[in-house]
């Protein structure tokens, strides 16, 4: 398992695109990837999940990534993850 916790730095927060790309970058692998913000924890392969979470700019959020491409798929949602930083 792998814990990684990130800070989103964009305007507007984590709003509909880029969760959208999120979800659609933790779908392509088989590990169980979750996010945690203020105390809640959703399946980041869940679109309604994330957004529920209304989570604000300059939060911080903890990946958990846990399965047999734990690695790949935590710098993936890293890299997507950056895309949105403005």
């Known amino acids: ?31 169980d990837i979750f996010l945690t913000h203020n105390g809640r924890t959703v399946n980041v392969k869940s679109v309604l ?14 990946l958990e990534v846990s399965g047999e491409d734990e690695n790949e798929a935590i710098k993936e949602l890293i890299d997507t993850l950056k895309q949105f930083e403005k």
């Not at 999940?49 to 903890?62: D, F, N, R, W």
């Open 1 to 31: 398992m792998i814990q990684q916790t990130v800070k989103i730095n964009n305007k507007a927060g984590f709003y509909a695109q880029p969760v959208n790309q999120l979800v659609q970058a933790a779908s392509q692998f088989n590990s």
């Open 49 to 62: 999940g994330v957004l529920s979470l209304a989570i604000p700019k300059q939060a911080e959020i903890t």
